[in-house]
C-alpha cells in the first residue's frame, strides 16, 4: 500500500477520535468520510447524526450532501429539523461534533460567514448553518481544518461559531453546555486546548512534519507543548479501508 | 381548500412582486420547478426565504429576481460556493442584495414560531457571536429560573412553496424521507402552493410520511421531477453530478446567464 | 444505552421512592404494566405527573402511593369521574394529595420545553381563568412586539414511563398510532423506561412510525398486553367494557381495595 | 318513527350548526355524535379534529374515548399533542368547537374543575382539558350542556374556560384569536350571546318546551328574545341516521 498522505492522516485521525463515542454530529466532506470510516474500523455502533435529520444513519457511501437519500433510507429515525436543533443538539445528546471552518483562532473559535468586511466582504462564505448551536451544545466539538496561514488567523474577521472565546471561563459565562473544542485536526497535526487557558498547543504531529513547518503554517505565535506526540502511522486496516470507502 | 391547479396558474395566482416568498426543502424535495416557472413569469422585488439558499437561489438571485435574502446556509453543498450569491453580495451584481442572516437552529424556530402564530420562540444560541450584531434577534429572561436566553422573531412569508411526492384529489398532501421545515414554513405562510410528483386517488400511509391537509393549503401543482436536480425519496434520485457541474455553469456570469435561457427561461422545465 | 430487562428489575432499578414519575400515553399506549408492577413493588410518596390521569393513575392514587399530582385532566374517558381521584382530593382518602393543574396546552408544552432543555415554554393561554391563581405559570413579553404571552415551566420528570408497540435487540423503540407526548416525556426526563408488546430483530418502519432511539433511553422491558385496558394499535384493542365497568368497581372503596388485591397484587398483571 | 327526545333534538340541532364548515374541534359525548351526524347528513367533507392529534377522522361509531383506535386509523394525519395544541388550535385552524361543562354562566363562561372550594372541593371535576385553549383560539366556540339550574348558574365556582367574561369587549382585552361561544345549545333549546352585551338570550326553544320551563332551568334571571324561533323538528334523514350510528 502506498504510504498515507497528509490528508489520510487526518481523516485517520479524525476516526480514531470517534473510538469509544455513541455519536457524532457531521457535516459533508472530510469530517463525513472520518465519521463513516470509524464505523468501519474503529466503532461499528458510532451513531452519525446530520442536520438534515438523520439520526443514526449507516451510509455506504460518501454522501455529497448531508441530505442524501442514503441518509434517510438508512437512519434509525429522521426527523424534522426543527426537532433536530430544539430535542437532540440544544440538550447536549450528541457526544462529538465535527465542524470545519475558513478561520480559526488561537481560541478555536470560528469563521464561516465572510473574509473581510461583513457589508462589504471580500469573500463571502456560506454563512453559520448549524454551527453556533451545535458548538455551544455538544458534548465536544472536534475542528477539522486544513493547516494554512489563511485559515489559522490571529484575528477572525467575523465570529461565526464560539469555540473558547477569549480563553478560560468563556463558555461557562455564556452557559454554554457542552466542552467546546477539544481538538483541532489538521493535514499537519492536532492542536489541542491548554486546559488553564484554552489557548490551542501544538500536541502532536504527523509523520515527517516539523515543527516549523506547523509554525509557519499559523498565523500566529502557536504554542508547541514541550514534547509533541507523533502521529502513529495509519494502519493496513485504516487506510486500506479509507482508501476502499472513497473508491466506492 | 387547495385547488389542482397547472403550474403556470398556481404561480400566477399566488406569488406576486415584492412577495416575501419562502421554497423550502431541506436538501430534499426542493421546489425547483416551482421556482424556473416564477423566473419564467418575471417576478421582481421578492424576499427569498429559505434555511439553505443552494441551487435553486443561485439561480433566482443571479436573474436579479430578489431585493433580500434571509438564510442560514448559502454554499453548494458538498461543491463549495454559490457563484451567483457571492457575485450579488460582492459585487452587487446583477443587483445589490440585502441579507438576513441567521442560524439553521434559528430559522427552524422563527418558522415554528410562525406556524404556532406565535410572535417569537425561545431558544439558546447566537450567544456570543457576531451574529447577534447583524441580525433581528433579542434576549429574554426565564420568568421562573431568571436564566437569560435568546429570542428569535416568527416568519410568516407571505408564500410558502414546496416539492412533494404526491397529493390526493381533495389536495391533501403526503411526503416522506427528510422532511426539513416543509410543514412549518407552509403553516406560517400567508399563502401555500406544493408541486407533487403525482396526483393520486387515495393517498397510501407510508412510513415517515408527512401528512398536510388539503384545507391549510391554497394550490396544489402535479410537476412530475419537480424537484430535479434535488430529489424526491423513492422517485428520483439527486443529482449529484448537476450539483458539481453547477460549480462550471454558475462562475461566469455569460455562462450563467446561457444556461439559463436555455434551461430555464426557454420553458423546458428542465434544471 | 437501553438494556432490556424483565419489568421487574427495571422499574427496581428506575423507579424509586419520592421520584417525579410521569407515565404517558394519550388514551392509547398507557403503560398499565408498568404501574402496576410499581405498586406491587410498594413504591411511595411518588409525584405522578400525566395529562390525562385515567384509570391507571386512579389506581395509583386509590392506593395511596401518590404524595402529589400534576395534571390536566382527571376523568374516565367517556364514562366520566375518576373516583379514586376524586375521593382523595375530596376526602383525603387514603391520603391527601397536592395538586399542580394545568391546562392541556399548558402540559403539552412543558414537556416540550423539557425535551429541549429550556426552562420554559411560550405560549397563548390560560389568560382570564381561575387557573392562573392556582398554577404555577408566568407572563412573558415579546422583545419584538410587546405582546404579553404566558410562560409554562418545563417539565423535568425524575423518571417517565412510556408503552409501546415493538422494541429491537439494541432498545431502539417504535410505536405508532396516536403519538400523545411519550417522545417529549422520554427526552424530558432524567431516566426513561419503555415497556413494549414485543421485541424484534429488527423494526420494520411502520405508516406513523415514532422511532425513540435505544440510546436514549435506560431499560426496555417486554410487556405484552402491558397497555390493557387502553390499547397497542395494532396489537390490543381498547377494552372501552373495563373503561365502564371500572366506574362500579372503584365507585366504593373496598370494591376498589378487593379488586387491586386480586388483580394487581397477586401478579398476575391482568388490569 | 317515535317522536325525539329533546336529547336527540340537541344532538340534531348541533349536528345542523355544523352545516357549511369546514372543521370541527370536538371531545367525546353528545359532541362526538352531533359531528359524527354532521357527515352523514349536513356536511360530508367536515374534518373531526380531535385533541389526541387525529385530523379528519371519519369513525363509524361513536367513539368511547378521544383517542380510540378508529380515530387514529381513519384520520388524514395524526400529530403528537404538542403539534396540536401549538400548530392547529393555537392559530386558529379550527372553525368551530364544541365544549361542553359542568356549569356554564350568563356569559358562556364555563367551569369543569370543581363544585365548591377549589381546595376543599364538594365535587371535583376532571379540570381544564384543552378547553381554555380551544375556546380562546378556534374560530367559534357551540357549548353543549343539559338544561338545568344546578348547570346554568349565576355565578360560577371556578373559571376555567373564558366564554366572553364579563361581557362585551373582554375576548379583546384578554388578545383571544376567536369569537368566542356564539350558541350554547341545550335539551331545551338555544341561547345565543347578544350581539351588544355578549350576555345569553334565549333564541331558540324546542317543540314542546316553554319558556317559563327554560327560565326554571337557568340558575339567573335568562334574558328571552322577542320572539324565540322553535327549533325545526327533526327531519326523518336526520333522527333516522341519528338513531342507526347509536345502534352502531
Known sequence: MSAATNGEVQTVVAARRLTGVRSVFIGVG???????????????????VYESGTIGAKPFHVPLSIGDGELAETADSVVSVPEMFNYWI?????????????????????????????????????????????????????????????TFVERLDFL??????DGAGARERLGFRGAGPTAVITDLGVLEPDPATKELTLTQIHEGVEVDQVREATG????????????????????????ELSSR | MAELLPLPEAVAALIHDGDAVALEGFTHLIPFAAGHELLRQGRRELELIRM??????????????????????????????????RDAIEHGWPRALELEEHSHAGMANRYAAGAADLPFAVMRGYAGT?????????????????????????????????????????????????????????????????????????????????VIPGWVIDAVAEAPGGSRPSYSLGVTARDNDFYRAWDAISRDRDAFAAWMDEHVLAGTGAP
Open chain 1, 30 to 48: 472530510r469530517p463525513s468520510t472520518a465519521a463513516i470510516l470509524a464505523r468501519m474500523v474503529h466503532n461499528p455502533g458510532l451513531v452519525l
Open chain 1, 90 to 150: 440544544g440538550p447536549g445528546r450528541i457526544d462529538v461534533a465535527f465542524l470545519g471552518a475558513a478561520q480559526v483562532d488561537r481560541f478555536a473559535n470560528l469563521n464561516s460567514t465572510v473574509i473581510g468586511d461583513y457589508d462589504r466582504p471580500r469573500t463571502r462564505l456560506p454563512g453559520a448553518g448549524g454551527a453556533p448551536e451545535i458548538a455551544a451544545s455538544c458534548g465536544e466539538v472536534v475542528v477539522v481544518a486544513p493547516h494554512a496561514p489563511r
Open chain 1, 160 to 165: 461565526t461559531t464560539v469555540g473558547h472565546g
Open chain 1, 220 to 243: 500566529w505565535a502557536l504554542a508547541v507543548a514541550p514534547a509533541p506526540a507523533t502521529t502513529p502511522a495509519p494502519t493496513d486496516q485504516e487506510l486500506g479501508a479509507l482508501r
Open chain 2, 52 to 85: 439553505t439558499p443552494d441551487l435553486l437561489y443561485d439561480q433566482l438571485i443571479g436573474m436579479g429576481c430578489a431585493r433580500r435574502l434571509v438564510f442560514s446556509y448559502g454554499g453548494n453543498p458538498g461543491v463549495g460556493s454559490l457563484h451567483r450569491f
Open chain 2, 130 to 210: 457576531d451574529l447577534v450584531a447583524h441580525t433581528t434577534v433579542g434576549t429574554i429572561a426565564c420568568p421562573f429560573t431568571g436564566e437569560q436566553l435568546t429570542a428569535v422573531p416568527a416568519l410568516r412569508p407571505d408564500v410558502a412553496v414546496i416539492h412533494a411526492q404526491e397529493a390526493d384529489r381533495d389536495g391533501n398532501v403526503q411526503l416522506w424521507g427528510i422532511p426539513g421545515v416543509q410543514k412549518e414554513a407552509v403553516l406560517a405562510a400567508r399563502r401555500s402552493l406544493v408541486t407533487v410528483e403525482r396526483v393520486v386517488d387515495a393517498l397510501a400511509p407510508r412510513p415517515g410520511g408527512v
